[in-house]
C-alpha cells in the first residue's frame, strides 16, 4: 500500500552554507537556501510516502541540493519523509518554484528509487528568477537488512542502522554512517565518519578528513587533501593518502601510502608496510614485519616482533625493542639511533651520526662525515665511517674499525681488533684477543691486549700493554715514524727482540741478551729464553721497552 500526503505551509528557511558556493563553481543558477533578507519570502513543502519493500530489494537515493538521512528500522516499509524548501522574492514565485520540485519514487523488480527532480530553470545559468534559491532534505526509515544505493550532492548523507550492502556516493557535504554492513563510501569536499561496519569497507574522499572505525573486515581508504584516522579494523588495512596525516590503531595488517603527511601505526598484529614523503612515520607494537620507506622526514619504531626494513633520507631514524629479526637502515642525512635489537643490524647513512646499543645480532655500520658508536654487541661488528670518530664498548666477538679524519676508541673487546685510520688516534683497551692497527699523524694506545699485537703508524708515538696469555706468548710488531714506542710487555716471557731506529734511542727495563748494543739506534736479542718475535721499527724517534703493570 502507498500513502502519500503533501501540506503546503510558510516558514522560515535555514542555511544551506556551501551549496551556494559550490553551485556557482558548477555553473548553476540555482542556489540553495540561504539566510532570507527583508525582500525574500520563504516556504516549505512536506513530503511523505511510504512503500513496502520485497525481500532481497535495495533503496536507490538520487538527489542533490539537500541533506539525506537514512536509518534502519524493523519491518519491510520504506518510510520517506521529504521537506521542500523554496526562497524567492515573492510569496507568489517562492509557491510557484517550491510546487515544481518533484519527488519520484519508483518501484521495480530490484526494489524502491527516490529521486528528486528540479524545475527547467535550475539548469539554466540565466532566468527571471536570479534570487531563487531552493533545498529538499531527506529523512528515509527503511528495512535494516536492506542494501543502498545514495548518489547526493551538495548537501549532507547520514547512515545508521543499515546492514546491507552499501554504495554511496557524496560531494560537497560531510558523509557521516553508524552501524552498517559491508560497503562503498566516497565522498568530495567533505568529511567521512564511519563507525561501526559489519563487513569489508572501501572508503574514498577528495578534500575531507577521513575517520573509521570498529570495522569487521578489512578495509581499504583512499584520500587527496586530508587527514585519515582509523582504529580496530579486524581485517588488513590499505591506507592511500596525499597531504594528510594518516594515524592507524589496532588492524590486522596495513598498507599505508601518503605524502606531505605524517603516519602513525599502532598495534598492528602482523605486516606493516608505509611510504611516506615529506612527513615523519612513527611505528609501534608490530607483530610481523615492518618496512618503511620516507624521505625528509624522521622514522621512529619500537616493539616490533619481525624484521625491520627501512630506507629514508634528509631525516632522523630511531629505533628500539625488535624483538623478532634483522634491522635494515638506509638514510642519507640523517642520524640513526637503535636500542634493543634481537636480530642482525645492517645500518648505513651519510652525513650523519649513528647510535647501537643492545644489538645481540651481527652488526654492520658505516657512514661518511658522522661519527660511530656502539655497545653491547655480542657477536661482533664492522665499523666503517669517514670524517668521524668510532666509539665500540663491550663488542662480544671480532671486530672491525675503519676511518679517517676522526679517532678510534674501544674498550673490552672479547675477540680480535682490525682498526684502519688515516690522521685519528686509535685507543683500544681489554682486548682479549690479537690487535692489529693502522694510522697516521695521530697516536696509537693499546692497553691489555692478550693476542698478537701489530701496529703500523706513521708521525704517530704508539704505546702498547700486553698481557700475560693463558700460555706461551704473543708475537708484537710495531712501526712508527717522527715519533716514539713504548712497549710493556709481562716478566717471564721470552721474545725474540729485534728494535731499529734512527735519530733516537733504545731501552729497556727488561734483561736482554743482545748481539748488538743497548742504547745505539740497533738492538738484536732475545728477552728471557727468546720465542715469540718483539720487532720494533722507528725512525727519529725512541724505543723503549718497560715491564707491564
Not at 560531510?174 to 554492513?181: N, P, V
Not at 591506507?239 to 590486522?252: E, F, K, P, R
Not at 682498526?419 to 694510522?439: C, L, Q
Request: hydrophobic share 35%; proline share 2%.
Amino acid at each position: 500500500m502507498i500513502r502519500n500526503l503533501s501540506v503546503f505551509r510558510r516558514e522560515p528557511l535555514r542555511l544551506a552554507a556551501v551549496a551556494g558556493l559550490l553551485s556557482q563553481m558548477l555553473l548553476f543558477t540555482a542556489k540553495p537556501i540561504t539566510a532570507a533578507s527583508p525582500a525574500q519570502e520563504q516556504v516549505s513543502k512536506d513530503f511523505q510516502q511510504t512503500v513496502t519493500l520485497g525481500a532481497g530489494q535495495s533503496v536507490r537515493v538520487d538527489h542533490k541540493f539537500g541533506s539525506v538521512r537514512l536509518h534502519g528500522e524493523s519491518g519491510r516499509d520504506v518510510k520517506i519523509s521529504a521537506t521542500i524548501r523554496a526562497q524567492a522574492s515573492s510569496r507568489e514565485e517562492a509557491e510557484s518554484f517550491a510546487q515544481k520540485i518533484k519527488i519520484e519514487v519508483q518501484q521495480t523488480g530490484e526494489g524502491v528509487r527516490i529521486k528528486t527532480i528540479y524545475p527547467e530553470e535550475e539548469k539554466k545559468w540565466f532566468h527571471s528568477s536570479k534570487n531563487s534559491s531552493w533545498s529538499v532534505s531527506y529523512d528515509i526509515g527503511m528495512p535494516s537488512d536492506a542494501p543502498i544505493t545514495v548518489r547526493n550532492s551538495f548537501g549532507s548523507v547520514d547512515v545508521a542502522g543499515i546492514h546491507g550492502a552499501a554504495d554511496v556516493e557524496n560531494g560537497y557535504g560531510t558523509l557521516t554512517a553508524r552501524d552498517t554492513g559491508a560497503g562503498r563510501w566516497n565522498n568530495a569536499f567533505g568529511s567521512i565518519d564511519l563507525t561501526g561496519a559489519g563487513g569489508n569497507v572501501s572508503v574514498s574522499d577528495n578534500n575531507g578528513s577521513v575517520r573509521v572505525s570498529d570495522v569487521k573486515g578489512t578495509l581499504e581508504v583512499r584520500n587527496r587533501f586530508g587527514s585519515v584516522t582509523t582504529r580496530s579494523i579486524q581485517g588488513a588495512v590499505t591506507i592511500t593518502g596525499g597531504n594528510g596525516a594518516v594515524a592507524l590503531t589496532d588492524a590486522a595488517s596495513a598498507n599505508i601510502t601518503t605524502s606531505f603527511g605524517s603516519v602513525d601505526a599502532r598495534n598492528i598484529r602482523g605486516d606493516l608496510s608505509v611510504r611516506d614523503n615529506n612527513g615523519n612515520v612513527e611505528i609501534s607494537n608490530v607483530g610481523g614485519a615492518t618496512d618503511i620507506t620516507d624521505s625528509f622526514g624522521n622514522v621512529s619504531f619500537s616493539d616490533v616482533h619481525g624484521r625491520v626494513n627501512c630506507t629514508t633520507n634528509n631525516g632522523r631514524v630511531k629505533g628500539s625493542s625488535v624483538t623478532g629479526g634483522s634491522v635494515t637502515i638506509r638514510d642519507s642525512f640523517g642520524n640513526i639511533e637503535l636500542d634493543t635489537i634481537s636480530g642482525a643490524v645492517d645500518a648505513e647513512t651519510s652525513n650523519g651520526r649513528i647510535t647501537v646499543r643492545d644489538a645481540r645480532g651481527s652488526v654492520t655500520l658505516k657512514s661518511s662525515f658522522g661519527a660511530i658508536e656502539a655497545s653491547n654487541v655480542p657477536k661482533g661488528i664492522r665499523a666503517i665511517t669517514g670524517n668521524g670518530g668510532i666509539t665500540l664498548t663491550d663488542i662480544g666477538g671480532d671486530t672491525f674499525a675503519k676511518t679517517s679524519f676522526g679517532s678510534v676508541s674501544t674498550e673490552r673487546i672479547n675477540g680480535n681488533l682490525t682498526v684502519e685510520n688515516s690522521n685519528g688516534s686509535v685507543t683500544a683497551r681489554s682486548v682479549t684477543g690479537d690487535a692489529g692497527v693502522r694510522t697516521s699523524f695521530a697516536g696509537v694506545t693499546l692497553e691489555t691486549v692478550g693476542g698478537r699485537i701489530t701496529v703500523d703508524n706513521q708521525n704517530g708515538a704508539i704505546s702498547v700493554t700486553a698481557v700475560r696469555p693463558a700460555s706461551g706468548c704473543r708475537d708484537i710488531s710495531l712501526k712508527t715514524s717522527f715519533s716514539s714506542i713504548r712497549v710493556r710487555v709481562p716478566e717471564g716471557l721470552g721474545y725474540n727482540l729485534t728494535a731499529r731506529t734512527s735519530f733516537g734511542r733504545i731501552s729497556s727495563e727488561l734483561p736482554v741478551t743482545s748481539t748488538g748494543s743497548i742504547g745505539g739506534d740497533t738492538l738484536n736479542g732475545t728477552i728471557g729464553s727468546g720465542g715469540c718475535q718483539l720487532q720494533l721499527t722507528d725512525s727519529n724517534g725512541s724505543i723503549e721497552i718497560a715491564k707491564a703493570p
